[in-house]
């Protein structure tokens, strides 16, 4: 892990955390909820030794990166904005996507609005969804699942009331609401 280096990369005033090792071809990870680039760091120090330039950025709220000052106001479109924002900052055309849970999306709509720049998308935990009406379909999710957990009024506040998460995820307001892209 003593090869992944941090940067920050300033998107729309927000600073972005992103973790990195320089090597080759892109594959960009995307974590879920609620986790941030380390949880990519084993398969980070994996694919980089196979020859790939790995990056594992924070989305915003999350990690190290900066909260938006209105976090109710973000939508997934956001995080495919700062995924372009990020790739443009570091001159890179085109990755591999590896995206998991709460990254899905924006992974695969990065992919839909950006096709030239996308070689593919690996997706873990959910299917493919297009945004906007849809919402997860649980008929397809095991009862239990955690998203249906938290969207029970102050669920989520009890459950991770009991921990610090100032560290890990500031705001989770947008991934609750009625998706909009």
Same mark, same amino acid.
């Given at each position: 892990?003593?090869?992944?280096?941090?940067?920050?990369?300033d998107?729309?005033?927000?600073?972005?955390?992103?973790?990195?090792?320089?090597?080759?071809?892109?594959?960009?990870?995307?974590?879920?909820?609620?986790?941030?680039?380390?949880s990519?760091?084993?398969? *980070?120090? @994996?694919? +980089?030794?196979?020859?790939? $330039?790995a /990056?594992? #950025? %924070?989305?915003?709220?999350?990690g190290?990166?900066?909260?938006?000052?209105?976090?109710?106001?973000?939508?997934?479109?956001?995080?495919?904005?700062?995924?372009?924002?990020?790739?443009?900052?570091?001159?890179?055309?085109?990755?591999?996507?590896?995206?998991?849970?709460?990254?899905?999306?924006?992974?695969?709509?990065?992919?839909?609005?950006?096709?030239?720049?996308?070689?593919?998308?690996?997706?873990?935990?959910?299917?493919? *969804?297009? @945004?906007? +009406?849809?919402s997860?379909? $649980?008929? /397809?999710? #095991? %009862?239990?699942?955690?998203?249906?957990?938290?969207?029970?009024?102050?669920?989520?506040?009890?459950?991770?009331?009991?921990?610090?998460?100032?560290?890990?995820?500031?705001?989770?307001?947008?991934?609750?609401?009625?998706?909009?892209?």
């Amino acid at each position: 892990m003593e090869q992944i280096r941090h940067k920050y990369v300033d998107v729309g005033g927000l600073k972005l955390h992103v973790a990195e090792i320089e090597t080759g071809s892109v594959v960009v990870f995307l974590h879920g909820f609620p986790e941030i680039w380390y949880s990519w760091r084993y398969q *980070m120090t @994996a694919v +980089a030794n196979a020859g790939f $330039r790995a /990056i594992a #950025p %924070d989305f915003r709220g999350y990690g190290l990166s900066e909260q938006p000052l209105e976090p109710e106001k973000s939508t997934f479109k956001d995080l495919v904005d700062d995924l372009l924002a990020i790739l443009d900052s570091f001159h890179i055309s085109k990755v591999f996507l590896v995206a998991k849970d709460f990254g899905v999306r924006p992974a695969y709509h990065f992919a839909l609005l950006y096709p030239e720049r996308v070689i593919g998308v690996v997706s873990l935990g959910l299917p493919f *969804m297009l @945004a906007g +009406a849809q919402s997860l379909p $649980r008929e /397809i999710l #095991p %009862d239990g699942f955690y998203v249906f957990r938290f969207t029970e009024p102050e669920r989520a506040e009890t459950d991770f009331g009991r921990l610090d998460v100032k560290t890990s995820c500031k705001t989770s307001t947008f991934f609750f609401q009625e998706v909009k892209f």
